[in-house]
């Protein structure tokens, strides 16, 4: 049966330690803490790719870059993101929209939402006006309110071409 619109959810959070970089959206962001990750633990595009790899009733992140193969440490995030639009092309389908919230205390997002909007667009070969990206703190509830760790939300629709 062929679909013409299909939506998926990506989810990805990562503890928050000293002296590693915090990359969210392809920007590394001025902060005294960063992710505990095998990649880069870009939060947003791992979240990304698995809205896409989930909408397509693919594979998830860890099945196709598993954290134990070492070909993935310290992997720039960009590559995983790229085999999704891979995927997503192969199937038949571009980007409708793409909404995003990021889970993170400090440092403010908003300074930044531009550039991360026009990475996504290039990378998801989208127009940015299809991106929609907040932050929201957590209220200094739990490991995320306390600075201890980052996560993401991503709703993704994606149309047959």
């Known amino acids: 049966m062929s679909h013409t619109s299909r939506i998926g959810h990506g989810f990805d959070l990562h503890r928050l330690e000293p002296d590693l970089p915090l990359i969210v959206g392809g920007v590394r962001l001025e902060h005294d803490r960063g992710c505990a990750a095998h990649s880069d633990g870009d939060v947003v595009y791992h979240a990304v790719t698995d809205a896409i790899l989930g909408a397509l009733g693919q594979d998830d992140i860890g099945q196709l870059f598993p954290d134990h193969d070492p070909k993935w440490k310290d ?3 960009r590559v995983f993101v790229e085999e ?10 571009t980007i409708g929209n793409l909404d995003i919230t990021v889970i ?3 440092p403010k997002l908003s300074p930044h939402k531009a550039t991360i909007k026009q990475n ?6 989208c127009d940015a006006s299809q991106i929609n990206i907040k932050g929201k703190t957590h209220e200094r509830v739990d490991a ?9 939300h991503v709703v993704v629709l994606l149309n047959r071409d």
């Open 75 to 77: 992997a720039d995030s």
């Open 104 to 106: 993170l205390e400090r």
């Open 84 to 93: 999704a639009v891979n995927r997503m092309r192969d199937a038949g389908y």
């Open 120 to 125: 996504l667009a290039d990378l998801l070969a």
């Open 144 to 152: 995320l309110g306390e600075n201890r760790a980052i996560a993401c």
